[in-house]
């Protein structure tokens, strides 16, 4: 399968803790984002790399979250000290350049 | 502020009738559109796509419209099948300023057979 892999598929958590989630583009795409969805919305940008380099960071993006793409390869994306309005679907999406981001299946976050 | 706009949450169409998206933009610097379609609990799936340098772009039984006058784009799904009700978004970027795509709310659509 050479899709845009995340993992876990779904995380519950008691609010307080820490998580993190991880995303494999496809491997030839240099481009990779994290997007986060809530029911009845659309995805809303976090944050982007190209290659290693973190080149964008959505407001959204409170000091809370991290992200990191060492290598340039597979990307985490991590929530410290998880709030109850952190829970959503989180989605990773690769592209070889600026164009058509293909999307994976996203990590459901539930914080309890 | 709500820059790419769907302001249809829904819509229901027979079974190999047309099914038209509709989808409205603020920003006069978007020039690249896109159309992903999702499941439930799935990431969505891109679809297609079009440059502001077309008015159309056709793959297959999808075809998108772009209005530039009118900030406005379509989607055209002929004829429309069962396994085409899913939830559409439509999704819009400024190649040239930034590097993040902005997306509509959705329309969801119900093919009936």
């Known amino acids: 399968d050479t899709g845009v892999s995340q993992d876990p598929r779904h995380k519950i958590t008691k609010r307080g803790q820490n998580v993190t989630f991880r995303c494999d583009p496809i491997?030839?795409?240099?481009?990779l984002y994290w997007y986060r969805q809530t029911l009845g919305q659309g995805p809303e940008f976090l944050t982007y790399?190209?290659?290693?380099?973190?080149?964008?960071k959505s407001r959204l993006l409170s000091d809370r979250f991290s992200a990191e793409r060492p290598k340039g390869s597979f990307s985490t994306l991590e929530i410290q000290r998880t709030e109850q309005g952190d829970s959503a679907m989180y989605l990773c999406?690769?592209?070889?350049?600026?164009?058509?981001?293909?999307f994976g299946q996203g990590t459901r976050l539930t914080v309890v | 502020d709500q820059q790419v706009k769907q302001n249809s949450p829904s819509l229901s169409v027979q079974e190999g009738r047309i099914s038209i998206l509709n989808c409205d933009y603020t920003?006069?610097?978007?020039?690249?559109f896109l159309w992903y379609k999702k499941y439930p609990a799935e990431g969505p799936t891109f679809l297609i796509s079009?440059?502001?340098?077309?008015d159309k772009n056709e793959d297959g039984r999808f075809t998108v419209f772009l209005n530039k006058s009118a900030k406005h784009l379509s989607l055209h799904i002929v004829p429309s099948q069962p396994g085409d009700s899913a939830v559409y978004f439509c999704?819009?970027?400024?190649?040239?300023?930034?590097?993040?795509?902005?997306f509509g709310t959705g329309t969801s659509l119900t093919v009936i057979p």
């Open positions: 920003n006069s610097m978007f020039d690249y």
């Open positions: 999704a819009a970027s400024a190649m040239s300023t930034g590097n993040q795509f902005y």
């Open positions: 491997s030839e795409h240099n481009r």
């Open positions: 790399f190209q290659n290693e380099a973190q080149l964008e």
């Open positions: 999406a690769s592209s070889l350049g600026n164009r058509d981001p293909l």
């Open positions: 079009i440059s502001s340098i077309k």
